[in-house]
T-cell receptor, first 114, second 115 residues
Framework: AQSVTQLDSQVPVFEEAPVELRCNYS??????LFWYVQYPNQGLQLLLKYLSGSTLVKGINGFEAEFNKSQTSFHLRKPSVHISDTAEYFC????????????FGTGTRLLVSP | GAGVSQSPSNKVTEKGKDVELRCDPI?????LYWYRQSLGQGLEFLIY????????KSGLPSDRFSAERTGGSVSTLTIQRTQQEDSAVYLC?????????????FGPGTRLTVL
């Protein structure tokens, strides 16, 4: 079974500052990794995913994440945030067998202030 | 094109009543998923449908929960004899093929409140 840990429940940051949202996972098998964003009163939207290949993955809205197998991490970064990035961010993992059964972390609320 | 839609957007019910939640996936998507988002448990997988295959029900929390998918399209999640701990946002997602590398597209959810 897999599990995901997002240690930061809330990350406050000023507009145009860089941000990193942390995600660590646990699994005994190979995994795929995902970051989803949830804006208020909306469903989840995929930001990016790591399946294989380059460990640096670029996604939408200027976000990127780096897969680190030795540290079992998949941290999300953005060099300069906007007010509109205020949302809940979820890291998720699934194994590479069968269907995509996503296991989510508890989420990190990113609060961007002017 | 149209995304995943869910209805109703909000549902308030009394303890002990049955409720039905509906999901319309993206046209042409063969896979459909239900998740539950609650304060206590976070985001949890409930059930997965792929084409005409038997669904994977491994995430359903009790036998009060059931789901069906008619004609490989619309899905209904039914909760019988609702309890207060069933209060949550129920999210539906669909994906093109259902494989492990697919992208799931989520609907806006149904907020269920059990009084």
């Amino acid at each position: 079974a897999q599990s995901v840990t997002q240690l930061d429940s809330q990350v406050p940051v000023f507009e145009e500052a860089p941000v990193e949202l942390r995600c660590n996972y646990s699994s005994s098998v190979s995994v795929y990794l995902f970051w989803y964003v949830q804006y208020p009163n909306q469903g989840l939207q995929l930001l990016l995913k790591y399946l294989s290949g380059s460990t640096l993955v670029k996604g939408i809205n200027g976000f990127e994440a780096e897969f680190n197998k030795s540290q079992t991490s998949f941290h999300l970064r953005k060099p300069s945030v906007h007010i509109s990035d205020t949302a809940e961010y979820f890291c998720a993992v699934s194994d590479d067998t069968g269907f995509q059964k996503l296991v989510f972390g508890t989420g990190t609320r990113l609060l961007v202030s002017p | 094109g149209a995304g995943v839609s869910q209805s109703p957007s909000n549902k308030v019910t009394e303890k002990g009543k049955d409720v039905e939640l509906r999901c319309d996936p993206i046209s042409g998507h063969t896979a459909l998923y239900w998740y539950r988002q609650s304060l206590g448990q976070g985001l949890e997988f409930l059930i997965y449908f792929q084409g005409n295959s038997a669904p994977d029900k491994s995430g359903l929390p009790s036998d009060r929960f059931s789901a069906e998918r008619t004609g490989g399209s619309v899905s209904t999640l039914t909760i019988q004899r609702t309890q207060q701990e069933d209060s949550a946002v129920y999210l539906c997602a669909s994906s093109p093929l259902g494989g492990s590398t697919d992208t799931q597209y989520f609907g806006p959810g149904t907020r269920l409140t059990v009084l």
